[in-house]
């Protein structure tokens, strides 16, 4: 049972990174060292708004298997 819930955990920090990388927007390390300030307050909209979703339930997922391979002996 343990190693079932490793290979989910596996999977989806493979789903998580895929997410995180689609969610670039083109914003690069100009405005995090006082670059142009357009990226503070935007709003996700459509698709966006979408990964961002599906993200945090992959993160709630990832988190609930860690606590299970914690719990399971």
């Known amino acids: 049972m343990k190693n079932i819930i ?3 955990q596996l999977v ?10 689609i969610q670039g ?4 390390m100009g405005e995090t060292f006082g670059g ?3 990226g503070f307050g935007h709003q996700r909209r459509g698709m ?3 990964v961002f979703m599906l993200t945090l339930v992959a993160l709630a ?5 860690s606590l299970a391979v914690l ?3």
């Open 71 to 73: 719990l399971v002996r």
């Open 6 to 8: 490793s290979i989910a």
């Open 36 to 38: 142009d300030g357009a």
């Open 61 to 65: 997922l990832f988190i609930a298997t």
């Open 12 to 21: 989806i920090a493979c789903i998580i990174v895929i997410l995180v990388i």
């Open 25 to 28: 927007n083109g914003s690069g």
């Open 48 to 50: 966006e708004r979408g």
